[in-house]
């Protein structure tokens, strides 16, 4: 049984002074025409009246038949929702809106060069084309219901349509976000047993056609050598029928979709209506051990969980022009982008490349273009737009009513930028708190009902009951200053059923720790231990302070040390590594890597870490390449021979390094130190004042170990 325990926030995590910030209020233009507006919403979730209270959500769902048990708890923490009832995912975002608004864009795709046409796909034309690539699945690649598919796509309308005509066949999608590696996808590939494999010959980033079928070759060898064999791989063209890869197409493996898919021109395939609990797609993501977990998401709860919380804290309306800058490989653009979205039948944007290319002004021009009225991004993203274009949103006469932030903690002042210079002074903004594993939002604030407080998501939002625990399973109180773990008290349709193959480990890392009774059948003895340290507020808002475990949130994208490690581990001059985050003014947190030499090696430094940067880029992709990488003559390392990464972490951040005495080479400290800070200001990363919650984080980082 693999144990992924998360450890306690530090003592000096303990009574910080947390300063309050202001509240915001939203502006009566948007609470006219708000969702929920019925403060009555709180008592109709409120846990008296749990579970029953989220039929309201799945009443947004079309079910073929109705379920007779709202949750199942018989075999805890594995929670079944609505039992007995059975739907189609793709009828519910796609078939089911053709009466009323066939003609409506389902969605818009806006490609990064600008001299290309934007493309508007109604949602009589997303019906046919998701049709046709169903059939095209279902006779060419014979796949059938229950079976794996491996995507490796980037923001292009095929991905969108590849996931749906999976959920039309009941066949569990697992999207690869398309800036990991080959070896990255293969090993995805591989853990969820998939035998076919979609993806693209290129797409555009940041101004250049990427050739993306090359990494099609190595996920299919990494995958190969852990067991498991690629049949097919169908892959779609940027510009259908021109390659623009350099890799050659292997045949009788390789298949161009654009030059299959005329055989099945107009063909319909009848939707399969699966049970509510059926598994509806696999999101990879990173956890405290070396393997990436396949987070398993149900049909009939996740479905109606985003559906829910997409109309009442996206306040999504059919008739907005809703643009989620995320990307559709992380399950914010799963949830966000494609399912919550469309299954209420609205127009949802999305767009290929890179937020500011070719110039910071892009998102602003694509706003007001396309009028877009809802926008939602990551705090990394208004980082990058508000130091290159502070002044850019000025210049676009565009008017958000509403914008999102999700993924990473927002620093206040980036916040207020957001509010007065993106939004105007006039959007409201929800502050989302989740994680893959969560389906949808766990904390934010109902727009038109609750205040806005930049730098705090909120309170649980509707059917969520979230708590903060200490190391004993203490309550820790509302307004007591104290930080600790936060827990959500209840199982909600939306929460994953499984990690993929690993059940133990599913139960091991989110369960057992404040579980009070291994055999009850009571969810109440079952809290959800997120992994995240928080601190909640006399006003009951939580202040999220990012992990507590060994996960580095870089740029919003979930990273684990031990990936980091063993891809570093792979540079054959190397004898350990340890990755820690740094305080990024952009990224949010960057990765530094501590090297530690094989004995009797002197090679180059620069070689070194030009090579673990190599290495990391080859196992997991670009967005994981270190700031720095360090080679020190030995790891701070406990008498049990643990590397201590909370030390090295002080030093990166240059925070106080704590008590040091316990550990078997103190010595090493001071030399690491000194060498690594002197360093870094000769580099011109000078320290930067950071908040009591960064350092908070830093003292609390990986102490696990
Ligand atoms: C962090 C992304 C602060 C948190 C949807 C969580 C946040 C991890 C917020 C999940 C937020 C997400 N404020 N921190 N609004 N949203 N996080 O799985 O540490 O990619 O555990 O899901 O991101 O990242 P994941």
Redesign the pocket.
Known sequence: MTTESVQQPSEAQIAVHWREEEYFYPPASFIAQANGTDPGLFDRFSLENFPECFKEYADLLDWDAYWHTTLDTSNPPFWKWFVGGRLNACVNCVDRHLPSRANQAALIWVPEPETEATAAITYRELWRRVNEFAALLKGFAGVETGDRVTFHLPMVPELPVSMLACARLGVIHSEVFGGFSGPACGGRIADSGSKILVTIDGYYRGGELIDHKAKADEAVATAREQGVEIEKVLVWRRHPGVYSSKTPMVEGRDFFVDEILPEYRDALVDPVSMPAEAPLFLMY?SGTTGKPKGCQHSTGGYLAYVAGTSKYYQDIHPDDTYWCFADIG???GHSYIVYGPLSLGTTSVMYEGAPTYPDPGRPWRIAERLGVTTFHTAPTTIRMLRKLGPDEPAKYDYRFKHMT?????IEPEVWRWYHQVVGKGQAVIV??????ENGGFLGSTMPALQPMKPGS?GPGVLGIHPVIYDENGEEVPAGSGKAGNICIRNPWPGIFETIWGQPERFVQTYYAKYNRDPKSTDWLDWPYL???GAVQAADGYFR?L??VDDVI?VA?H?LGTKELESATLTVEEIAEAAAVPVIDELRGRAVEMYVALKPGLTPAVDEIEAKVTAAIEREIGKIARPKNVWIVPDMPKTRSGKIMRRVIAAVSNFTDIGDVTTLANPEIVESIQHKVQAAKLERGQSPIELTPEQIAEIQAFGSVE
């Open positions: 993501t992380w399950i914010t932030t999700v993924g990473e903690p502050d989302t708190w989740w994680q893959t998501c997120a992994g995240d999220i990012g992990r949130n919003g979930r």
